[in-house]
């Protein structure tokens, strides 16, 4: 579900701590990158909650990043191959991105928190998720998610085999919001993890940048 809702890609972060945020192309020492960026699942994103659990495959999102690490998530998607809803609690579950564009913003983290080296923030973000359990159930989630971001070198990075930036949220707890059926659980718990690549060049639609965060 999204944030995977999760999870684009490039989101909004803690405040920053004593040393500031800077993204870079090609290294940790690379060119400063502002631009577009995509984010796309590795794996499978999934989402549990009292009624049940569902996953997803196939999830992507878009949106910019400037080299301060701010940002915004203008586009996301959550589909299922076969599908394109996804499985889940003895029935199908179709994830909408709403409220777009989100609030995103990268932040080093100094400290390298459990094998971090950033975090990824996402805010004001919500999904619609329409279960066909129980007759059909239509629930909303949304507000704010933080990610742990790895750089493409990162042994504790979510995927060694993909060398790219990653993002993960491990568990993260998103609040029920208003507008859906009094059946829906009142948190909705998210495991997804994304690789992020940054546009080639401005408007060419193509993602092979690969991207870094450090301290500004």
């Known amino acids: 579900m999204g944030a995977a809702a999760a999870a684009l890609a490039i989101g909004s972060a803690t405040a920053a701590t004593a040393a500031g945020t800077a993204i870079h192309s090609g290294s940790a020492t690379g060119p400063l990158f502002s631009g577009n960026v995509k984010a796309s699942l590795l794996g499978t994103a999934s989402v549990t909650t009292s009624l049940g659990g569902g996953s997803c495959n196939q999830s992507t999102m878009t949106g910019s990043v400037n080299s301060a690490g701010s940002g915004s998530i203008s586009a996301a998607s959550f589909t299922n191959n076969p599908g394109p809803a996804c499985p889940g609690g003895g029935g199908t579950v179709a994830v909408t991105a709403l409220n777009l564009p989100w609030g995103a913003t990268v932040a080093y983290d100094p400290n390298h928190t459990g094998g971090r080296d950033g975090t990824l923030t996402m805010t004001n973000f919500k999904v619609k998720a329409v279960a066909s359990i129980l007759g059909g159930i ?10 742990n971001g790895y750089n493409p070198n990162n042994a504790s990075r979510p995927d060694t085999t993909v060398n790219q930036a ?32 940054g546009e080639s060049s401005p408007g060419s639609g193509s993602y092979t940048t690969q991207l870094w965060v450090a301290a500004s």
């Not at 993260?172 to 993890?193: E, H, K, R």
């Open 138 to 147: 239509t629930c909303y989630y949304g507000g704010t998610a933080v990610a």
């Open 166 to 197: 990653q993002i993960k949220l491990n568990n993260v707890s998103i609040p029920v919001q208003s507008g859906g059926s009094f059946l829906c659980p009142s948190t909705a718990t998210v495991t997804a993890a994304y690789q992020l690549l």
